[in-house]
């Protein structure tokens, strides 16, 4: 199981970005958050067309899948979801890793055993 922004594991930090322009404000070679929206879609094909790692936060099924076919690195997305999503990702073979939004360390067992890819932690996102 992947643990982003956990206190004692190191880790990728992932920067929140809403806008191309953002992404200059960026580390080199960030890994980039963007929340799944059709108005997100120009700034997806930017990432993908200059071959920039993203993920992309989900609030559906549907939108899980179109966050693997647009080549998301990640597909970020709440603990109601996580477990329809992780069982359509196993099935479908997704290259994307499946992390959760979590609080608290109580939440990495149940999701473990859920067979969820990883978790993310608020500490682990930087708004740009």
């Known amino acids: 199981m992947l643990l982003f922004g956990h206190q004692y594991i190191p880790s990728e930090r992932l920067f929140h970005v809403d806008e191309i322009e953002k992404i200059a404000h960026t580390p080199p070679n960030s890994l980039l958050l963007v929340t799944f929206a059709p108005n997100a879609l120009e700034l997806i094909t930017h990432m993908r067309a200059h071959t920039l790692s993203f993920a992309l936060e989900v ?40 992390l959760c939004r979590i609080e608290r360390d109580e939440e990495i067992e149940a999701l473990a055993l859920e067979g969820i890819d990883g978790v993310l932690y608020p500490q682990a996102v930087i708004r740009v």
């Not at 709440?78 to 499946?98: G, M, N, R, V």
């Open 59 to 98: 609030a559906s099924l549907k939108e899980a899948i179109f966050a693997h076919n647009l080549g998301s690195a990640y597909i970020v997305t709440s603990s109601t979801l996580a477990k329809t999503i992780q069982k359509c990702a196993e099935h479908y073979l997704f290259d994307a890793k499946i």
